[in-house]
């Protein structure tokens, strides 16, 4: 195999091509990968016009593709989704064992309403090593990475960050039929190694922040799920939107924590107590981003922890989206001395625990901590890593 360009090590993609081959009995001409992403903090302010800090992990959907000669359609996946040959896109959205197209296809008719060019036909590989379930968004990297490799097809000029993030989110959003904001997408697209990406959500807006060498991020995956996720989390957004509202502002991430204490603490006549305690959170939790980016470039880590740990401590009094599952794992990792801090990652309700950690933290210290919480939970290794790219082109 020729590798012409090449950024990661050699033996995935020569695995990757063998797969390809096997599937379609030549090899591709595209190899692109995105990474998943962990929320790092800034809990539920994306619809809150807030900021968010996200990390893309070394953990990644790899595609292989190649133009289809018959203008076809095929899609293959190394994780046992059901093959597919379709001799057009179809119109609406596929439901079942086809559903996992949706994502390609989704991609596929956005770089179209994108008015960027398509490829007329295309065989598709998919690989991933993002442990699924555990809230690190394969889908955003599954959408990412097939969006280069399709542009790459095409022969499309490179896509800047921004607007492959913007087209992956619609593909979700439109073509998926998920609600998602531009945490995932925006994160897999800006990931750079040993740094954060801080997101203004209300532009949206792109930044980076410095990760300090010698920290890593450790996950704690109970897969508890809360039966009424989905309602819990409509319910969250409709308080918050009923505080804004009450408060007399568009967003509760207009508010300083200071004015929310003047006008609208819990306690205080202008908002019901548990509709105040979901506005504290959101305002203070805004406030946690940014002082955790400063904290980030003073390189001050401990600070960091705090501002994590805090994060969770909202979440579990006043947002009321945590568990108990998850509150005992934070409770353990809090002690631990080479843990700075420990918060709920995602949207909460189950889910996942993450850690930042120093290097001293191992993997038998993980394992203790998991033992001792009860709940069973998956341990799942992290450094911070590269945004989506073209990794290879034949
Ligand atoms: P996540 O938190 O991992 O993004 P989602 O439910 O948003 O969870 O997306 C997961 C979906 O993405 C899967 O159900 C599947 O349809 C698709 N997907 C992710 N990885 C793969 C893969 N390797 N092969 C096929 N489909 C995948
Ligand atoms: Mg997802």
């Not at 090590?9 to 998943?36: D, E």
């Not at 007329?120 to 955003?140: C, I, K, M, R, T």
């Not at 022969?155 to 945490?183: F, S």
């Not at 625990?353 to 394992?367: K, N, P």
Request: a neutral charge.
């Amino acid at each position: 195999m020729a590798l012409t360009f090449l950024s990661v090590s050699n033996l995935p993609l020569l695995n990757l091509t063998a797969q390809f081959q096997q599937a379609y009995g030549y090899r591709p001409t595209v190899i692109a990968r995105a990474p998943g992403r962990v929320e790092f903090i800034g809990n539920h302010t994306d619809y809150n016009g807030g900021a968010v800090l996200g990390a893309a992990i070394d953990r990644y959907v790899t595609v292989a593709a190649a133009p289809n000669a018959m203008g076809h359609f095929r899609l293959h996946s190394t994780s046992g989704a059901k093959p597919m040959d379709l001799a057009a896109v179809p119109a609406g959205r596929l439901t079942g064992a086809d559903s996992w197209a949706n994502y390609p296809l989704g991609v596929w008719r956005s770089i179209g309403d994108f008015k960027l060019p398509q490829p007329a036909g295309f065989d598709l590989l998919v690989d991933s090593d993002l442990p699924g379930g555990a809230g690190l968004s394969s889908s955003a990297a599954l959408e990412l990475s097939t969006a280069l490799a399709f542009l790459e097809l095409a022969g499309a000029a490179p896509l800047a960050p921004e607007r492959l993030a913007a087209l992956g989110r619609h593909a979700e959003n439109d073509y998926v039929g998920v609600p998602c904001g531009i945490l995932d997408q925006g994160t897999s697209a800006f990931g750079r190694a040993g740094q954060l990406v801080h997101i203004d959500c209300r532009g949206p807006k792109f930044s980076r922040v410095p990760l300090p060498a010698g920290t890593h991020l450790w996950i704690f995956n109970t897969k508890e799920k809360h039966a009424l996720i989905d309602g819990l989390y409509a319910t969250r957004h409709r308080e918050c939107l009923s505080a804004a509202q009450t408060l007399g502002v568009a967003l509760l991430a207009d508010l300083t924590p200071a004015q929310l204490d003047k006008i609208g603490a819990p306690g205080g006549r202008a908002l019901p107590p548990k509709i105040a305690r979901r506005a504290k959170h959101i305002v203070e939790e805004h406030a946690r981003v940014h002082d955790t980016v400063e904290a980030l470039q003073r390189g001050d880590l401990a600070t960091v922890g705090r501002l994590l740990t805090a994060s969770h401590r909202s979440s579990q009094h006043l947002f009321e989206n945590s568990t108990p599952g998850l509150d005992r794992l934070v409770d353990l990792l809090e002690k631990h001395p080479a843990v700075y801090g420990a918060r709920l990652t995602g949207g909460g309700f189950g889910g996942a625990v993450m850690a930042l950690a120093g290097d001293a933290f191992t993997a038998a210290d993980a394992e203790a901590i998991a033992a001792q919480s009860g709940s069973h939970p998956e341990i799942i290794h992290l450094l911070s890593a590269d945004g989506a790219a073209v990794v290879w082109k034949g």
